[in-house]
């Protein structure tokens, strides 16, 4: 069974970067579709970015467009999020998920792993 496990939140400041990075076990990352989301205080689970199974299609929400890119590395069963520009309104919980197909559906949740972004 695919598990995901998130890594390389923490603190920045506003225009910082960092480089999310989801590791997978249980099963071979590159049959999956993969999203990252976001769920802000008092706010609803957003989508941020989702890349397919090969890599060759991505879609990115406006909010982040030009600020963030999504990326995948199936030999080393890693998808990754990097976040250029952040904002203070980029803090959130950042979570990856087996998204099918990128349509929002999905089948696996990691953990999360905390954004802060302040000074």
């Known amino acids: 069974q695919l598990q995901l496990v998130e890594s390389g939140g923490g603190l920045v400041q506003p225009g910082g970067s960092l480089r999310l990075s989801c590791a997978a076990s249980?099963?071979?990352?590159?049959?999956?579709?993969i999203g990252w989301f976001r769920q802000a205080p008092g706010k609803e689970r957003e989508g941020v970015s989702c890349?397919?199974?090969?890599?060759?299609?991505?879609n990115t929400a406006d909010s982040v467009k030009g600020r963030f890119t999504i990326s995948r590395d199936n030999a080393k069963n890693t998808v990754y999020l990097q976040m250029n520009s952040l904002k203070p309104e980029d803090t959130a919980v950042y979570y990856c998920a087996a998204e099918w197909n990128c349509s929002g559906y999905v089948t696996s949740w990691g953990q999360g792993t905390q954004v802060t972004v302040s000074s």
């Open positions: 249980g099963a071979t990352l590159d049959n999956y579709a």
């Open positions: 890349i397919s199974s090969s890599g060759s299609r991505t």
